[in-house]
Structures are given as structure tokens and as C-alpha cells.
């Protein structure tokens, strides 16, 4: 079982900055993969970024070049650093953990969810 608190939303103005946060707690060790996603009223949830435990990331063509994702394991802690925030990335962000077990089951994880307002 992994338990995922995010934290670091907020208001900001277009061209803003924000750093969401990931406190992972529980399995830790058995989490292979973090991601965010986002889901903006009337729409449906879509990927945001993830993080392999191998170091690699994937973004959304919408925030490549203005997200970045990481991931620190020695505080169980992922990131998003959200830079040149647009009025479109407005949306309730959601943290989630991929686990693999030993028979290979994957499940996920995911947080409560953290608001992120933008304005133009």
C-alpha cells in the first residue's frame, strides 16, 4: 500500500512558477514509477509528466519545455516544477505511484489532488 499527499498549488498570474510536491508513504520501496496528471473541469484526467525509478520522463507535448518532473527517493518525494504557467493549465493536479509487486501486478496510487489556478 502507498499513500500520496501533494501540496504546492495555488493562484498564480500567467508566466508564473509553481513547485507541486509528492510525499509518498507506505511501500515506498516498491514504487517504480511517479507521474502527474491533471483534470480541468469538463475534462477528462490527462498525463502530465512521469518519472521512471530509472530516471527517465515523459511529458505532455502541452508542457514540454516549461514542466519538469523528478523524483528525490531519499525523501520519497516527487516534483513537478511548473515554469511559464498558462491560464490552460488550470486544473486539479493528481500525484500518482505505479507499484510492481513480485508477480509483476501492477497497481497505482493516487493523492487527494491539488488546485492550480491560473489567470490571465
Known amino acids: 500500500q502507498v499513500q500520496l499527499v501533494e501540496s504546492g498549488g495555488g493562484l498564480v498570474q500567467a508566466g508564473g512558477s509553481l513547485r507541486l510536491s509528492c510525499v509518498a508513504s507506505g511501500s515506498i520501496s516498491s514504487i517504480s514509477t511517479m507521474g502527474w496528471f491533471r483534470q480541468a473541469p469538463g475534462k477528462q484526467r490527462e498525463l502530465v509528466a512521469t518519472i521512471a525509478s530509472g530516471g527517465s520522463t515523459n511529458y505532455a507535448d502541452s508542457v514540454k519545455g516549461r514542466f519538469t518532473i523528478s523524483r528525490d527517493n531519499a525523501k520519497s518525494t516527487g516534483y513537478l516544477q511548473m515554469n511559464n504557467l498558462k491560464p490552460e493549465d488550470t486544473a486539479v493536479y493528481y500525484c500518482?505511484?505505479?507499484?510492481?509487486?513480485?508477480?509483476?501486478?501492477?497497481?497505482?496510487?493516487w493523492g487527494q489532488g491539488t488546485q492550480v489556478t491560473v489567470s490571465s
Open positions: 500518482n505511484a505505479r507499484t510492481m509487486s513480485w508477480s509483476r501486478r501492477e497497481r497505482d496510487y
